[in-house]
């Protein structure tokens, strides 16, 4: 019996539950701050688990190497989007218009 279909599974399932307890969480945090901080964790944990899934059932077949990609993609572009919309949230509560240098 191969190893490959269990650990899929398994990589499927935390993945499952990590981006779960994020949505949960989602709708119980009251700032848009506390809820960055879950988005961050969706992206950059659950992203990767699920992807990974994906390519150990596919192996290294087109589909497997682009599950791989995106995964990479959302692990990477995550923390970027979870800056600028903090960023955009403070610039917002203070009301102040963005200071352009130069």
């Known amino acids: 019996m191969s190893w490959r279909p269990d650990l899929a599974v ?13 949505c949960l969480g989602l709708a119980r945090m009251a700032t848009v701050y506390d809820r960055i901080h879950l988005l ?16 150990v059932q596919a192996g290294l077949t087109p589909i497997g190497i682009k599950a791989l990609l995106t995964a990479a993609l959302l692990t990477a572009s995550s923390p970027v989007l979870a800056h600028a919309t903090a960023r955009a949230a403070y610039l ?5 218009p963005e200071r352009v240098a130069g």
């Open 10 to 22: 398994t990589l499927l399932l935390v993945g499952v539950l990590v981006e779960l307890l994020c």
């Open 40 to 55: 961050g964790t969706a992206g950059t944990l659950g992203a990767p688990l699920l992807g990974s899934a994906v390519a």
């Open 92 to 96: 917002r509560q203070r009301r102040t």
